[in-house]
């Protein structure tokens, strides 16, 4: 399960620098990192991290057109963004909490 959390973190920081399908490769390695979550999750947490910061913060594609929509400028593309942007945070939130659970039960049946 280690590989699965090193190549989600590639996924992650490469995501980063591809500007047009970086947020597809972020969801990728959303769910690479879901199903990385065994004994080292280091790997997986890491990527579940970059991807959020890549989400929230790198990609105003999918942020602006949100924005835009408090202003009453709607349109059927700013459905399309809120959609991908919530589906996008939830994998990496699922993701997180998944591998979070994972630790605490291999913790607690360590004690």
Known sequence: MEALGITALVLSIVGIFIPIIGYLLAGLSGILAFFSAKKNAAFGISA???N???I???YPSLTVPIALAKK??????VANNEALFTTLVL???VAII???VQKYRQKKGND
């Open 48 to 50: 579940a991290i970059i």
């Open 91 to 93: 994998i990496q939130i």
């Open 52 to 54: 959020m910061v890549n």
């Open 56 to 58: 929230f913060f790198l």
């Open 98 to 100: 998944f591998i979070a």
């Open 72 to 77: 009453k400028v709607r349109g059927e593309h």
